[in-house]
């Protein structure tokens, strides 16, 4: 799968926020 967060990641953006979105992500589409 792809996930394509575009634009919406500004520079001052959370780090860990970005990690739980990505984990996140990896649990709905897990096989």
Same mark, same amino acid.
């Given at each position: 799968?792809?996930?394509?967060?575009?634009?919406?990641?500004? #520079?001052n953006?959370? #780090?860990?926020?970005?990690t739980?979105?990505?984990?996140?992500?990896?649990?709905?589409?897990a096989?």
């Amino acid at each position: 799968h792809i996930f394509n967060l575009g634009h919406g990641v500004m #520079p001052n953006m959370d #780090p860990d926020a970005l990690t739980r979105l990505v984990e996140y992500v990896h649990t709905q589409t897990a096989r």
